[in-house]
């Protein structure tokens, strides 16, 4: 390992928060990737209100119900397959609460083009078309479609009486920025994690420059950034109203 990657390993494992301005500041001479599960360890309460769209195999939603036993976590899977290995997964958190449902801009129903990877479920599956994923990932499928209740994030936000969220996951395969553009009640939540497209990879996609336009027109700033493939990756949002949060 060389002397760059160690004192990054240092100084990720004891200040995140330094790190992060580091990333910020210096990240065009020096790649500093984020483990985004390592910041939210050190910056979210045991007693938060988390939501989690697009839990795809449950991974994640196993790990906020771990690491946060006293808090309250929602996910929303709308791929059956996808939904039941989460579902099962979760058997043992009474932290946890499962949706089978799609975040959109609108209630209703949907059709979810599929994803598969070598005829396993995948989790690109998406209520856009697929378009320059095609190309970009060749080895992933969308033959078939399945019809997903959608419910808007105000909704939702209703139906399990939530009035403030401490983090809002978004992993929606393109359609992140249409849930938020057509929320009423951002300002109640505090961060914001979203997979973000630099590439049309779904037909009429918002990419990620009018993403962010939007986010920070609406009282967010990019907090740090990690995009590091050919088409995209994930960006957090922090609310500018929450500035006792790091």
């Known amino acids: 390992m060389s002397v760059i990657n160690k004192l990054k390993n240092i100084i990720f494992e004891n200040n995140i928060n330094f790190y992060i301005f580091l990333k910020k500041h210096f990240q065009r001479k020096i790649n500093f990737p984020v483990n985004i ?19 795809a195999d449950g991974n994640d939603t196993v790990f906020f119900g771990k690491n946060f036993p006293n808090s309250k976590i929602y996910s929303l899977e ?11 997964k979760i058997q043992n958190f ?35 078309r697929p378009k320059l994923h095609l190309e970009i990932h060749p080895g992933i499928t969308f033959n078939s479609k399945k019809s997903v209740e959608t419910i808007k994030l105000d909704s939702f936000l209703s139906m399990n009486n939530i009035e403030s969220v401490d983090l809002l996951w978004l992993d929606l395969q393109g359609v992140e920025p249409d849930v938020l553009m057509a929320s009423n009640q951002l300002q109640k939540v505090k961060y914001i994690y979203s997979e973000v497209s630099v590439l049309e990879n779904y037909e009429n996609q918002i990419l990620y420059e009018d993403f962010k336009k939007f986010m920070i027109d609406n ?24 500035k006792r949060y790091l």
């Not at 709308?78 to 290995?85: D, F, G």
């Open 219 to 242: 009282g967010y700033k990019v907090h740090f950034e990690d995009i590091r493939w050919e088409d995209g990756g994930n960006v957090l949002f922090k609310n500018r109203k929450f």
């Open 37 to 55: 599960h390592n910041f939210i360890l050190k910056n979210l309460s045991n007693e938060s209100i988390i939501i989690e769209a697009g839990a």
């Open 94 to 128: 009474n932290n946890i609460h499962l949706f089978n449902l799609a975040f959109s801009h609108t209630n209703g129903r949907m059709s979810l083009n599929l994803a598969e990877n070598q005829d396993q479920p995948w989790g690109s599956s998406s209520l856009l």
């Open 78 to 88: 709308p791929m059956p397959s996808l939904y039941n290995i989460t579902f099962k």
